[in-house]
């Protein structure tokens, strides 16, 4: 939210909730710089008590036509099935949602706005629309305000304000007050000249800023009402105002223009060679804009009217191409490595943060398709987990491209080849995505690239396992441990193997298929990976539940979630939740159904459905559910879809996560390991009460020690029971 107050847009802030009333969708126009974007910003802060399911800004300033609906995916944070267009993912999570959505900087992609705004409209009774944008969408039901520059007064306060924060001692006297007066209309009391003016202020006085916008501003004449005058004011505002700084200045500012969606400090001194002291120099003429964001980097941008103006210099000054090369190397070196992914640790945090950069690796690749090829190539090999979960179909297109671009037979064309399989897996073309990764594995095995040979038969053996044939790709994954075996890569063995025992599990050989899960489970212990030790758990769980087994299966289900969180999985948590509410329907329907609704919910907002074995689980205990809440199901039901993530993992277990874990990094089960120690029990015996491998035990225990800083399991049992556990 911006950091200061709102001036002199009070009648227009009531005339538009007014017209929100009568009009679903209401577009504020205007020219450049007479505050549009802060005007709806305002207006959705003050409407977000009213909204029952929120207010949602969607920057569009640096999107492009095809992208409305996919960055408005983004602002929610939903994610639809393979295959489901953005516009229908979004239609169907506020189809009866009470939402107010804020489309800013409307006007370059006027077609698009209008077509997303009216298929939204006429889907989503409840959902309301507040657009901004040069000119109006033009279409039916559209009400439009035209926002004005404002009113002297109102002009003269919003400069005093700004030249305070930066010279607090000022008190203008009455020739002061006349050159204060006097910039405003020179600047035809839009706010941004005016902000721009006053930026000044801390080296200049008001008087000698007239006089300088007046020498600058002098060939324009005294400005006329129309709309093109005033986009001309702006324009030789923001012109005026670059030309005070010093060359090195100005040169750092055109280079910001490369920049898509903002960036951070260190992206601002690689690409424009800005220092940290210069970058708050041009925050302080506010030349830029500081966006903050809790618990995350501080990042910066220019406002549009800046970009547009920086760019034609940087164009100018013959520039463009240097500024752009600078910025692909800066986020060349942004990606996670093939061999890392989207499981390792710290990964997680890690995409979310670059995510605020999806626009400047999406430019910096398609900047280097056309320049290095080879180079947007091993871009999109170590960036494929940011296209996976922001930009399925830009991650498609920008591979497939770059494939045709680049011929060299090497490791990147492999992963590449493995990557663009899986996007047209996840947008449901089957055909292309098995052709693409049998060729990943026929490349991978010609190049004697074992690690990426093992991940594409994984893969095309999750296709066969998920697809609609007899085969479950038993094969591929004993092909893929066998490489992964070989080559010592631990993680993917763990889940290899556990997506091996889910095979098993599923051909009718439980015996066996529950040893390799516990297999699996060590061998993720030992590896430290969560993602083999959830997968292992989540299946494990669906054993012991078909074989009668409520307690072990509850226990599996929970360290399942427990590890699904720590990598931020919204695929295969809700799966573990629908787990745990198939063991709680017999005795608690009721809050079975709410942890079903949540989990339908969550697996909804991320990727549309589940696998069929869990969808198969899902609607059994739906079933089951509804014989016992009878004429409550519906209600409980929507109560159950509006749960917080970790309210329904609270109400499935009817617990809180343990202090030890939270305090040290202990796992659910090491924490279980830990307990019955203190009891005396033996590894063997600890084995056999959790259903676990010995061997797997000893790893728990091993892992404790390590944690907790003791040596001994006496020293363990103590520890514990001095802290109640």
Known sequence: MPLTALIGRESELQSVSGMLRRARLVTLTGP????????????GRRQARKQADGVWLVDLAS????????????????????????????????????????????????????????TLLGACAKLRILATSRE????????????????????YRLFLERARERSPELVPDDDTEAAILEICARVDHLP??????????????????????????????????????????????????????????????????????????????????????????LVDKSLITVVTAPQRRTRYRLLETM???????????DEEAGARARHLRHFATIGIPAEEGWWSPGVAALLAERADDYGNVRAAIEWALATESCVAMRMLVTTRDLFFILGQ???????????????????????CTLAAGQYAYLLVDMPAAFALTTEAVELSAELGERAAEGRAHWFLGLQKLFGAGPDNGREHFVTARAIQQETGDLRAEGRTTATLGL??????????????????????????????????????????????????????????VECFQYYQDSTLLPAALVGQASVVVRRDPRTA?????????????????????????????????????????????????????????????????????????????????????????????????????????????????????????????????????
Not at 393 to 415: H, V
Request: with cysteine; aromatic share 4%.
């Open 32 to 43: 450049g710089g007479v505050g549009k974007t802060r005007t709806a910003i305002e207006f």
């Open 393 to 415: 179909a830009d991650g498609r297109r920008l591979t497939e491209e770059a494939l045709r671009r680049c011929p060299e037979r090497n490791s990147d064309r492999a992963e």
């Open 503 to 560: 095979v098993l599990a599923k051909e009718g050989e439980p015996a066996a298929a529950r040893k390799l899960l516990e297999e699996a489970l060590s061998i993720g212990v030992a590896a430290q990976d969560r993602a083999s030790q959830g997968q292992a758990n989540l299946y494990l769980g669906i054993l012991a539940g078909s074989s009668a087994d409520p307690d072990g299966a509850s226990s599996y289900f929970r360290e399942a």
């Open 593 to 725: 159904l709410l942890v079903l609704a949540a989990a339908w919910e969550v697996r909804a907002r991320n990727g549309g459905d589940f696998p069929p074995y869990i969808r198969a689980m899902a609607e059994q205990t739906r079933a089951a559910a509804a014989e016992g809440t009878a004429d409550d199901t519906a209600r409980l039901w929507k109560e159950g879809s509006r749960l917080a993530v970790d309210e329904a993992i609270a109400l499935a277990f009817g617990t809180t996560r343990p202090r030890i874990s939270h305090d040290l990094g202990v796992s659910r089960r090491e924490l279980d390991a830990i307990r019955l120690v203190a009891d005396g029990l033996s590894n063997k015996e600890i084995a056999a009460r959790l259903h676990l491998s010995v061997r797997t035990v000893e790893t728990h225990v091993r892992h404790a020690l390590t944690k907790t800083g003791l040596v001994n399991r006496t020293q363990l049992a103590t520890w514990a029971r001095e802290r109640g556990e």
């Open 136 to 155: 109006p969408l033009g279409i039916t039901g559209e009400a439009v305000w035209r926002l004005e520059p404002l009113r002297p007064d109102h002009a």
């Open 192 to 281: 941004l000249g005016l902000e721009l003016a006053a930026a000044r202020v801390s080296i200049m006085s008001p008087s000698e800023i007239l006089a300088s916008l007046e020498a600058h501003l002098g060939e324009l004449g005294r400005p006329r009402r129309s709309a093109s005058a005033r986009h001309r004011s702006v324009r030789a505002a923001v012109e005026w105002s670059y030309n005070l700084l010093d060359p090195v200045e100005q040169a750092a500012f055109r280079s910001l223009a490369v920049f898509v969606g903002g960036f951070d400090a260190d992206a601002a001194r690689a690409v424009a060679s800005l220092s940290l002291e210069m970058l708050a120099g």
């Open 63 to 118: 999107v492009a036509a095809e992208d409305v609906a996919a960055a408005t995916t983004r602002v929610l944070d939903i994610r639809g099935a393979a295959g489901d267009s953005s516009t229908e993912v979004v239609r169907r999570y506020l189809a009866d949602r009470d939402a107010l959505l804020l489309l800013d900087n409307c006007e370059h992609l006027l077609d698009a706005c209008a077509e997303f705004s009216t």
């Open 307 to 317: 970009r547009e103006y920086a760019a034609a210099q940087l164009v100018s000054a």
